[in-house]
């Protein structure tokens, strides 16, 4: 099981129950540590689709008093992963290969992370494809302050024989 059918699987299966949500986002800070210390939510997530919130607070901030540069690339990052991964079908699985943030403007306030990824349809097995993935965080005026740009590696999982 892929990465990403995992978390598909868990999506569907805590997100209609009451705090599912709140729940999923504790399963994902289990299977992403590093993601799931920055305390973001997952509001709405599908195949090829993922919508996360980011609260501004103390613990997320730089010397600005602004959220800081790591944790909206952070953030971007895990939208945009989420979005890929769980619309990737089994047996197909992604990693970055690159990164590239532009920062717009100061994030103050809670943030909203957007992403539509696009799947690749046609994979060869042992040819993999690269795919770039935008996320947009938005502060809560739905002024962009970030466009986060992620390089995803595709291709199909090799199993041994």
């Known amino acids: ?70 944790a909206l690339a952070n953030l971007g990052e895990a939208t945009s992963g989420l979005a890929m991964n769980v619309g990737l079908p089994p047996g197909v699985r992604a990693i970055v290969t690159k990164l590239e943030v532009e920062f717009l403007k100061k994030a103050r306030g809670t943030l909203t992370a957007e992403c539509h990824a696009q799947i690749p349809a046609d994979l060869v097995p042992g040819v993999d494809q690269d795919q770039d993935v935008v996320a947009e965080i938005k502060n809560e005026a739905g002024d962009v302050v970030a466009r986060f740009t992620a390089r995803w590696r595709v291709g199909l999982v090799q199993t041994n024989q």
């Open 1 to 70: 099981m892929t990465p990403g059918d995992r978390l598909r699987q868990t999506w569907e299966r805590l997100s209609p129950l009451p705090l599912g949500s709140k729940l999923f986002d504790i399963a994902f800070g289990f299977m992403v540590p590093y993601t799931g210390s920055m305390g973001a939510n997952v509001e709405e997530l599908r195949p090829g689709y993922a919508r996360m919130v980011l609260r501004d607070r103390r613990g997320v901030r730089n010397h600005l008093k602004s959220v800081h540069a790591i």
